[in-house]
């Protein structure tokens, strides 16, 4: 899958994807990564990539002709077009995967200042947000889309490591832990050293429904479970009501 980036901070990004997986990931060209730097896409003297908001106002907006210039400098036919945004659809788990299977090529622009000449949209399939707060620019978002399909990618991690994930059917990763056995007199619990496979998968399942209901029990409604599970649920409620 390639990835092309649009920003006007190029090292923000080349810094992230220098390091550990991502790194990996670009060396057995899993993934392409082409960071555009929005100020080489300007006729504007000194640069300029952002003007004053018609009509008054505080803060600089994006102007259209660089970032539209730079969408048309990498864009293909097969390309998606993605535009860093708080006002997008709110990114997760499950468009992440989606994202993994179904795009050869994607264009993540990174917004930046006050906003974004609003006809900069007619260029764009989508607006993606990473979540209900501001940053200060679009940087942080797209590394973090990047990331999230990247990971999923066939020979990038181990399977093992992503298919019981957080959020895979909408539970939360179970608990875990390594040596030293005893810490501080805090002990690992037993089955994991007990070689049981059968039992340490079922501590690990009671281990995820346990964080979901704990932690997240709004996810619990979305995830399908059977009828182990469902009883498993049951008792917690109970050892709540019970408190
Ligand atoms: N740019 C500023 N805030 C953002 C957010 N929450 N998600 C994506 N891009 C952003």
Redesign the pocket.
């Not at 993606?128 to 940053?135: A, E, F, N, R, T």
């Given at each position: 899958m390639k990835f092309s980036i649009i920003t006007l901070f190029p090292n923000l990004i080349n810094s992230y994807i220098s390091e550990s997986i991502i790194k990996r990931a670009i060396e057995k060209n899993s993934i392409d990564v082409e960071i555009i730097d929005l100020r080489n896409h300007t006729t504007l003297k000194h640069n300029q990539v952002d003007d004053y908001q018609l009509g008054g106002g505080k803060g600089m907006v994006l102007m259209p002709e660089p970032v539209v210039n730079a969408i048309e400098s990498c864009k293909k036919e097969n390309s998606l077009v993605v535009l860093?945004?708080?006002q997008?659809q709110t990114w997760n788990q499950n468009l992440a995967r989606q994202y993994s299977l179904k795009y050869e090529h994607i264009i993540l622009i990174c917004?930046h200042y006050e906003g974004f000449d609003e006809r900069i949209l007619d260029y764009v399939d989508l607006e993606?947000?990473?979540?209900?707060?501001?940053?200060t620019?679009?940087e942080i978002?797209s590394i973090v889309i990047l990331d999230s399909i990247t990971r999923l990618l066939d020979g990038v991690i181990a399977k093992d490591s992503y298919i019981n994930d957080s959020f895979e059917n909408n539970l939360l990763d179970h608990p875990v832990y390594t040596k030293p056995i005893n810490f501080r007199g805090k002990k690992a619990p037993e089955v994991l050293t007990s070689g049981h496979h059968a039992n340490v998968e079922k501590y690990r399942q009671e281990g995820r429904l346990r964080n979901t209901f704990n932690k997240r029990p709004d996810l619990l409604e979305k995830s399908e479970l059977n009828k182990l599970d469902l009883e498993f649920i049951e008792k917690l409620k109970k050892m709540k009501g019970d408190k």
């Open positions: 860093t945004s708080p997008g917004g993606l947000s990473i979540g209900d707060y501001v940053l620019g679009g978002a």
